[in-house]
Structure formats: C-alpha cells, structure tokens
C-alpha cells in the first residue's frame, strides 16, 4: 500500500511527537513486563515496527498482548550499533496482529537514539516526494 507523505506531514503538524512511517519495516523484540506463568512461558517475542515516534510505535506481532498491557521493548534501529530499550510501553490499542504502544519510561539513552533515528528519517521522508513518479506524488 502507497502511502501519500503529504498526508502524514500534515497529520504530524497535530502530534506532539511528529511520527515517521517506516519504509524498511525492522525487527523488534518485546515481553511482558509483568511474569503471566499461568498464561504463558516467560520469554521474548517478536515484533516488526512500521511506524514510530519518540514516544510510541505501531508494530505488528504475534505476541499474546492487548490494550492495557505493559511490555518492555528493543528496538534495533537501523544504522545504529546499540538498540533503543524502551523500559515500558503500554498497549493503547490492538487490531487484528497490529498494536499501538506508548512508551512510558524511556531511558536517556534510548530517547537519545529514538531521536537521531526519528530526525534523520523525516528529514530523508521530506526530500522523497520530488523523488516519486509523477502520478505518485499528486
């Protein structure tokens, strides 16, 4: 599915944190932040990101989580040699395998490179546009 950039820079001027669409969706790794042992086993699941913000993401996953569960989170962020650990984030929705996640404690760190990577991503989206075929960029 094409997504029309002019229409997410649009809606990024109402966010507080503008977000940023993925183009190479990447892995992440996520688990519950509380133990479930008579749910499940503990252990770590797998997730890809398809957009995100310095205070959130969408991922899609198989992981048994829903709206209200708190998760820990690893992002490896594309060129970056250390991954963005995300202490906890909430589940603020689910529909079907794709969930909203708001992070809530975020370390230095990794708010540090959620930034760079969030930066340097809009910065390359604003330049792709004169990139597109014509019928593309309408």
Known sequence: MIQNPHRSSVLNKFRQHPRVRISAPFVCALSHCVSRRWLRSPGVDLGVVYDL?????????????????????????????????????????????????AFTKVSIAAQTRLKKYVTIVSTTAVKAPACLPSRLAR
């Open 53 to 101: 913000s310095i205070r959130g993401a969408r991922v899609s996953t198989e992981a048994e989580i829903r709206p209200g569960d708190e998760v820990t989170l690893r992002l490896r962020l594309p060129k970056q040699i250390k991954p963005a650990d995300i202490a906890v984030a909430k589940v603020r929705w689910a529909k079907d395998q794709f969930f909203g996640l």
